[in-house]
């Protein structure tokens, strides 16, 4: 026979459905929101690394000046270095050779010619000829029939053989000398005296591009700058999200990003260097994820900038210049980071040789990895992750909340019907069993219906937030194991567990407790005094008293409800008090950081500006030993540190001028993201090098712009066994105008610092209104539950005094006004702690990410937060007293359980 | 009937500790035979719903035993007392604690489900003339009604022992006198040995065997010769 409780459960879901129904809405929507976010998240991941593996991005490109010949080509695909030396003296020679050619036929004409000259006038002077006009005579003529041939002659002699060999030996030796003095400097230039060097070998493909004028409404003035490639390219495909690949000579397809931004579309005709297209697509180049049209450039520009896709007729029919861009494919594909950093490093000696003995020139040098425009996005996704993993922690907490009270106020409810049960011979496993039904069935719904949302239109909703940041490949559904464990088996484990421990813990008791209803622990001896108010106070005190456990649920649901308050307003708050403090963030207004700091000529690259002040930097990496606190989604790994040396007293950062060797000042980000304090030693290493270095804290630099360290530039030369000369770039107060921008690697500015937030709110804007509207939702139907169950609890009493002669209106105020006071007092301590609380996720989730800002709410939010909340309530308190004036007398009266 | 079905043996039971420590059974002897409808009378405060309890399993004694059929309840653990409940109680109690949201016969399955000799549902329906409100819902039940549903959920498990606590406690004269016909009904039936806890006097009249308490010990452990049907009792 089938247990017949089980059929109370279709019953009790019918009869309780709209508490079931705010609970299983409250799972879809979390479950829902933050499963779509992670699938969202990781599908695309999924995409940008399949796009990786079937488009065929690079491992690096290289541009130079002219086109290759076959024979350099060759060279840098076997990745040995050229002999320099050998081709600095070959050419020396051959330059000295001819050199040597020429003055050797000077000489020996100028030689033959007087000697003829000598014998003719040696023979005039024996015939007594002195008319010097005869001589002359006599001597062209003689020049006219024995020049030739004496010059022949002189040619084929032993004396002028010796005499050339030995110019040619000296002007030899004079080159391998001169060479082999300037080749410690040659060698230093080029890097050729590493012993490590090891040839890396690759494929090279032509991926040749022009950067030609786009103007996207055909008005004549230029819109963008648009980098067209080839349709046949063998590298770096393109992925199309929308249309197709041009056909004809008049079509074009484009970054979808672009298009958007700018609002162009298929079918519309754009002009590129003058001529007119057609946009028959709209793709996502694989290295192309973001729009960055410079390496250096801080942050992409899908408005000014964008990438196109042309047939290769129309591609070589542009006018604009021609950039012999090459990509590589390593033979052997390094394993990791420092790999790639090493091969990239070995490449570029090869290829800087191979190009100089081909006599061509290195425009440009980018090892994929390094390269922003397809690294930022998928760096940046990381980060995004944050929010979700903050909401997926509340999230959590917040149901195992739920279920735990649902499942205390059910047994409390159905205390008689489980003590009868039991002393009928049910087992404590059965109704474990039985009880613990009901509320998985609700999470599972509730689960698989928020999975199913969250694998379609909430991963939809995710991936079209991306979409509105990036230039993001086409995107599948991808399975998303983090979002599984995360949103779904968590909550019901957690469930599961908790319902066990908190009904296998109250079915401990007696049959017979059940059957008294004795469920508490500890039951008060004596009833608590009160002083001689009025009766109806006196009654609400007691009511008060009476409910203490249930208030003290209510407690813990409002400061549930204030931290997803908190979060909902404090977020978007923190990021735009980080835009309004940009210019806290730099150092100066303007930080120029340089390519190098000498010239091609090797003259110290200087600047008139008389505000500015040179600094060295480099960066290194901190270990995240600390950040084992919550285990999430974040880029992990160690944290990024940029190390600064700084000019003795600086007027930028402000550190003491005789900080000893090894002692460190820190920037306040650092302090407060790490909590280091003063005498503390870091121990900071190389990112692609097996190296690390100690520093010790000295003291605290207010800098919140990111996680930094301080030294003076002396120190900063000595430890990273710099030139004492040289520098990374200048501070300056104003503009520096005077410094070539070919030797400007980037700009800082307060401008970039908004820009980056503008970016940020831009990304991250829609998904701050959705966490802020789904919190909201959540902390209305959370308040909804608390309340219900204050009155639940209440029913029979409250019937009781119905039939006492209480009007509606006086139980309302008695079971309504100690509710209302202690929503109101606690929702402002709540706030207190739901703030603190959100400072310490907000912390622990910064642990996951590079950099630091801090939580922040503005005063507005801050009372909104509370605000928000009491109106929440006092649309639930006219709830409950409708649900007050619905509960019958026979409540009381009528021997029902 | 056989004799010492049940045996009660020098039974203490207390509450409390200090000055308000309690004696509610003082030690209690008496036997209860096989198929007897066995009532226990007292005024409130007598200690005939703890001993029920107590022998019941579901609360235990300070000293002294219970034994049924020879097996001490004091020796069992607390998974063999919920097999014993299961295989040899039925419990009727004054509220009649029905699951609000199960049916009339769905409660009495509730019971049906423990037992592995159950009653036909369908006849305990009959017999409790509840088959016209066997669909109905324990709210939509006069109180009587709901009393026989919990009678029918504790005789469908065709138990050995069917323990009422102040069945008709709750009840009016004649409702009254139609559950105890109805338990007086399933003894004669089914052979099931009834203990009835009560302080109404009348009723002793149809018990084969009354034990008075008072103050916690047996003031009285009476043989009823004379039993008279339910539907005769008058109080």
Known sequence: ?897 | METDFLKISDLKKSFGTGEARQEVLRGMDFTVRKGEFCVLLGPSGSGKSTLLNIIGGIDTPDSGYISINGDKLEDMDEKQLTIYRRKHLGYVFQMYNLIPNLNVKENIEVGAYLSDKPLDVEEVLTTLGLQDHKYKYPNQLSGGQQQRVSIGRAVVKNPDILMCDEPTGALDYKTSKEILALIEDCNARYGTTVIMVTHNEAIKNMADHVVKLRDGVVRHNDINHNKIPASELDW
């Not at chain 1, 490109?61 to 290759?68: N, P």
């Not at chain 1, 298009?259 to 697509?281: L, Q």
């Not at chain 1, 390094?334 to 425009?363: F, G, H, M, R, W």
């Not at chain 1, 700084?646 to 900080?659: H, R």
Request: proline share 2%; aromatic share 12%; with cysteine.
């Open chain 1, 1 to 897: 026979m089938r247990n017949p409780l089980v059929k109370r459960i279709p019953k009790e879901l019918a009869s309780d459905w709209h508490k079931y129904l705010v609970i299983v809405i409250f799972m879809v929507l979390m479950i829902g929101v933050i499963s779509g976010m992670y699938v969202g998240h990781d599908s695309m991941i999924a995409a940008i690394n399949r796009g990786r593996e079937e488009l065929k991005i690079e491992d690096g490109s290289f541009e130079l000046s002219e086109r290759a010949s076959e024979e350099l080509l060759e060279a840098i695909s076997s990745g040995e270095k050229a002999d320099v030396r050998q081709y600095f003296i070959d050419k020396g020679i051959s330059e000295a050779d001819k050199e040597v050619a020429k003055a050797v036929e000077d000489e020996l004409q100028k030689q033959v010619r007087t000697t003829i000259e000598d014998a003719v006038r040696e023979q005039c002077a024996a015939y007594g000829i002195t008319d010097e006009q005869m001589i002359q005579e006599q001597i062209d003529s003689a020049m006219e029939a024995q020049y030739d041939n004496a010059l022949k002659e002189a040619r084929n002699s032993e004396e002028f053989k010796e005499a050339v060999e030995d110019a040619y030996e000296e002007a030899h030796n004079a080159v391998i000398e001169e060479v082999d003095e300037k080749w410690n400097d040659i060698e230093d230039q080029y890097g050729l005296n590493d012993g490590d060097f090891h040839p890396v070998q690759i494929t090279i493909y032509e991926d040749f591009y022009h950067n030609a004028s786009e103007d996207n409404d055909n008005d004549g003035i230029e819109d963008a700058t648009v980098r067209i490639f080839r349709k046949d390219s063998e590298i770096n495909g393109a992925s199309f999200i929308d249309g197709r690949a041009p056909e004809s000579e008049s079509e074009i397809a484009i970054d979808r990003m672009h298009a958007d931004n700018v609002g162009v579309k298929i079918g519309d005709t754009i002009t590129v260097d003058g001529r007119k297209f057609e946009i028959v697509g709209l793709l996502s180049y694989v290295h192309y994820l973001t729009l960055h049209e410079n390496n250096t450039d801080l942050m992409f520009d899908a408005f000014g900038f964008d990438v196109a896709m042309l047939t290769g007729e129309a591609f070589d029919d542009l006018p604009s210049r021609l950039h012999y861009n090459y990509s590589y494919m390593y033979d052997v594909k390094p394993a990791d980071k420092i790999e790639k950093a090493d091969c990239a490093d070995n490449l570029l000696k090869s290829l800087i040789t191979q190009t100089l003995v081909y006599d061509n020139e290195i425009d440009d040098f980018l090892p994929e990895y390094l390269r922003q425009a397809s690294n930022f996005a998928p760096t940046d996704l990381e980060s995004d992750s944050a929010g979700t993993s903050i909401m997926c922690y509340i999230l959590i907490a917040v149901i195992a909340f739920i279920f735990a009270i649902t499942i205390s106020n059910t047994i409390e409810k159905e205390a008689s019907v489980i003590g009868t049960l039991r002393a009928s011979g049910y087992s404590r496993e059965e109704l474990t069993v039985h009880y613990m039904s009901m509320p998985l069935i609700v999470t599972i719904a509730g689960a698989v219906i928020g999975n199913i949302l969250g694998y379609t239109a909430f991963r939809k909703m995710a991936i079209y937030l991306y979409y509105n940041s990036y230039s993001m490949p086409e995107c599948g559904i991808e399975w998303s194991p983090v979002a599984l464990v995360k949103t779904t088996i968590i909550p019901l484990l957690l469930m599961f567990f908790i319902n066990l421990f908190i009904i296998a813990r109250k079915l401990q008791l007696s049959p017979l407790k059940f059957l008294r209803h004795d469920l508490a622990k500890n039951r008060r001896s004596k009833a608590r005094r009160i002083p001689a108010w009025s009766f109806l106070r006196r009654f609400r005190i007691r009511i008060l008293f009476q409910n203490m456990p249930n208030y003290a649920v209510l407690i813990f649901g409002v400061i549930f409800i204030e931290l997803m308050l908190c979060f909902a307003f404090g977020l978007p708050d923190s990021l735009n008090h980080y835009g309004d403090r940009a210019a806290d963030m730099v150092f100066a207004d303007y930080q120029y950081m340089l390519m190098r700091y000498k010239d091609e000529d090797g003259n110290i690259i200087e600047t008139s500006e008389p505000t500015a002040e040179r600094f060295s930097s480099t960066s290194l990496l901190y270990p995240k030993t600390r950040s084992s606190v919550i285990d999430g989604m974040g880029s992990g790994g160690d944290e990024s540190v940029t190390v600064y040396g700084i000019a003795d007293d600086s007027t930028y950062v402000d550190i003491p001028g005789d900080l000893a060797s090894g002692n460190v000042y820190v920037s306040s980000a650092f302090v407060s993201k790490f909590g280091l304090k003063n005498g503390d030693v870091i121990t900071l290493h190389e990112e692609y090098e097996n190296k690390s270095y100690e520093f010790t804290v000295a003291g605290i630099t207010d800098y919140d712009g990111g996680i930094a360290v301080f030294m003076n530039n002396g120190s900063f030369a000595e430890v990273f066994d710099k030139k004492a000369d040289g520098f990374s770039g200048y501070f300056s107060r104003n503009e520096i105008t005077d410094i070539d921008a070919q030797d400007i690697a980037v700009v800082i500015t307060t401008k970039d610092i908004t820009k980056i937030t503008n970016q940020l709110m831009h990304s991250m804007g829609g998904f701050m209104d959705i966490f802020k509207y789904t919190m909201v939702v959540l902390a209305a139907a959370l308040i909804y539950l608390l309340a219900k169950i204050i009155i639940e609890r209440n029913e029979h009493s409250i019937s009781m005094v119905k039939i006492l002669g209480f009007k509606n209106s006086e139980i309302g105020s008695l079971y309504i006004t100690p509710t209302a006071v202690i929503v109101t007092v606690f929702s402002v301590i709540s706030f207190v702690v739901g703030y603190f609380l959100m400072i310490w996720i907000f912390q622990a989730v910064m642990m996951q990410m590079d950099g630091y800002f801090a939580f922040y709410m503005t005063p507005v939010s801050m009372v909104l937060s509370v605000v928000y909340l009491l109106i929440g309530y006092a649309f639930v308190s006219v709830i409950d007293f409708i649900r007050i004036k619905k509960i019958p007398m026979d409540v009381a009266l009528k021997n029902v359980e």
